[in-house]
């Protein structure tokens, strides 16, 4: 992957939003709050964290949301409502796989129901095949406790490695390369970094789910330090 020197987009997640239109199903917002349309119905990636239940402010007032963050070509966060059929669906699909599988590459894929309604469907991105749920009697989900089965099982760290994908391992090292590049990091300052906190000197010494936890550590660093600067830009 090329890396782009100069001027360009601060290197944050990009917010993928769901809602049922016409011609699509989710959609992202540009740096004047336009929506832009994203056509494709499936996002493939390595599910990195999940933010259930949680208060977000909007311009009609505070609401529940449902953050799934996922690293693909980029780091991605897919924001629905709470109580929303896709919710309802991701969660369920998410409950179903065991920790081995929710570490390896999922597609999250949209299909459009009636009305305004989106449900989610995930597949195995090797063998496509789906990850069946039973979507009966879905009103008497004890959402709180399905929230919480789904967030324990993603967001801790898999005592074991899980299996290697040397594809999306090479597309994640190059993305950290990125990230390292704009921080300013030299290989002396990666391998201390690593030795800390891994115990290990080399990012192809580190499991699946370790290169992914140190990319996106390396992103967050990134982008306070970018805030920072900004906040020290305006103090001036």
């Known amino acids: 992957m090329e890396i782009k020197l100069g001027f360009g987009n601060v290197p944050k997640p990009q917010y993928v939003f769901v809602s049922r239109e016409a011609d699509h ?7 004047e709050e336009k929506h832009i349309p994203i056509y494709d119905k ?19 007032g505070k609401t529940k949301k449902t953050d799934l963050h ?3 070509e980029q780091p991605y966060i897919i924001r629905s409502g709470r109580d929303s059929y896709f919710c309802k669906s991701l969660l369920l699909s998410l409950d179903i ?4 599988q929710l570490h390896q590459p999922l597609t999250i894929a949209v299909s459009p129901g009636d009305k305004k309604v989106v ?8 063998t496509y095949q789906t990850v069946q749920i039973n979507w009966d009697e879905h009103n008497e989900i004890d959402l709180l406790s399905l929230e919480e089965k789904v967030s324990h099982k993603i967001n801790q760290i898999p005592k074991s490695p899980s299996i290697t994908n040397p594809e999306l ?12 590049k704009q921080l300013g990091w030299n290989s002396e300052q990666g391998r201390r970094y690593l030795q800390q906190k891994y115990g290990k000197r080399s ?3 580190l499991n699946d789910r370790e290169l992914v936890d140190f990319t996106m550590t390396i992103l967050e660093i990134l982008c306070t330090q970018e805030n920072r600067f900004m ?4 103090a001036g």
């Open 119 to 126: 449900f989610c469907t995930i597949y195995n991105p090797i």
């Open 70 to 72: 996922i690293l693909a």
């Open 97 to 100: 796989l065991t920790s081995e």
């Open 42 to 60: 499936a996002l493939t990636g390595v599910i990195t964290k999940i933010e259930c239940n949680k208060v977000v402010e909007t311009k009609f």
């Open 203 to 205: 990012r192809r010494e």
């Open 231 to 234: 906040m020290n830009n305006l």
């Open 169 to 180: 391992r090479g597309i994640i090292m190059a993305q950290t390369d990125i990230y390292l």
């Open 25 to 31: 199903c989710w959609y992202m917002l540009s740096e």
